[in-house]
């Protein structure tokens, strides 16, 4: 289930997958964004938006807290270069600031609907080694794709505290306990 969906369901997940294999772990996702007309305005003005992908795989204890067993964080960057009238994307493992861009990943796309496709699916991610999920016991993976609203100019972050045209958002759990057999 797509989870803080805006009045016309902003974000849907239509798939997300793990898959194990003797050298790590990968997640697989597809979901389709609806961005609102005011992200969109904005992008066009120049002004990047900034999107966070989560997976946490946490191992479940009735004793106390679940235990974090892996933490994985994909930073993305989509941005307008109005000289060039060219869409950039920077994906990155550390978050983007704004004073630089760090060591991210650049792609280059002639429209918003291109770059937004390539936003919208992550293939074969590496969450985690193999050796760091344990074979048995319940773990369960924590999805979440959302929009940075920290990360946008202050005007829009005061005006978006009550609205949730901005509020786009994704979360999804799934039990890892299956997995295990494979």
């Not at 999107?51 to 930073?75: G, K, M, N, T």
């Not at 016991?137 to 978006?160: E, K």
């Amino acid at each position: 289930m797509a989870l803080a969906w805006g009045p016309s369901r902003a974000a849907e997940l239509s798939e997300l997958r793990i898959e194990r294999t003797e050298d790590g772990v990968y997640l697989t996702a597809q979901f389709q964004l609806a961005l609102p007309d005011t992200l969109v305005d904005a992008l066009e003005k120049g002004i990047p938006v900034y999107f966070v992908i989560e997976a946490d795989v946490v191992r479940e204890r009735w004793y106390w807290y679940d235990q974090e067993l892996v933490s994985a964080r994909r930073y993305l960057r989509v941005a307008y270069q109005p000289l060039t009238r060219r869409w950039r994307l920077n994906v990155s493992s550390e978050p983007l600031a704004h004073s630089g861009l760090g060591v991210s990943l650049a792609q280059h796309y002639d429209s918003l609907d291109e770059v937004m496709a390539a936003v919208q699916r992550v293939a074969r991610w590496r969450i985690a080694d193999a050796a760091a999920l344990e074979r048995d016991g319940r773990q369960t993976l924590r999805f979440r794709f959302r929009l940075d609203v920290s990360q946008l100019p202050r005007t829009f972050q005061m005006g978006a505290l009550g609205q949730s045209d901005r509020a786009i958002a994704i979360e999804r759990r799934i039990e890892l306990t299956q997995e295990a057999d494979r």
